[in-house]
């Protein structure tokens, strides 16, 4: 297990790990208060899952990728950008994954598990390799 957890980025992956959940835990209480308070299904999701982003924004540049945010200003604004991408990626999946077990006969919940890891994996080698990846004076974003 340490070998594999020292492969795939050691303690960074488990902060990230940590990160993902406060992130669904937002996302899914905003979700929860949202349906209870008699906002649609639809609206609620998505009111949910952009909260979830921004926590989960705040969290990875602050705990996970402490090294590699970049400075204030365009090249922020830039990775900010890419961060917001990577959630469409991961929502992406999440939508591709759901609407297919519901077309085989999945049950939603099931599909949504398979969904949540394969959506999490994703978007970690996104942001871990693109996202928040050390920038030098060869590759840094013009700003």
């Not at 990230?16 to 937002?26: D, E, F, H, K, N």
């Not at 299904?41 to 899952?49: H, R, S, V």
């Not at 200003?73 to 609407?99: D, E």
């Not at 599909?111 to 030098?136: C, D, E, L, P």
Request: proline share 2%; charged share 10%.
């Amino acid at each position: 297990m340490a070998l594999l957890l020292a492969r795939i980025g050691g303690f960074r992956f488990l902060r990230y790990a940590l990160a993902s959940g406060g992130a669904l835990v937002v996302d899914i209480v905003c979700f929860t208060a949202l349906l209870a308070l008699e906002i649609p299904g639809m609206l609620a999701a998505t009111i949910g899952y952009a909260a979830g982003i921004l926590v989960h924004w705040f969290l990875s540049s602050r705990q996970v990728f402490t090294g590699t945010v970049a400075p204030a200003g365009r090249a922020r604004m830039w990775q900010k950008s890419l961060f917001a991408v990577s959630a469409l990626v991961g929502l992406g999946i999440t939508a591709a994954i759901v609407g297919l077990g519901a077309n085989v006969g999945i049950d939603p919940h099931v599909a949504k598990s398979v969904a949540i890891a394969a959506s999490f994996f994703a978007t970690w080698m996104i942001r871990s390799r693109i996202v928040f990846i050390r920038r030098t004076a060869r590759n840094a974003v013009a700003g």
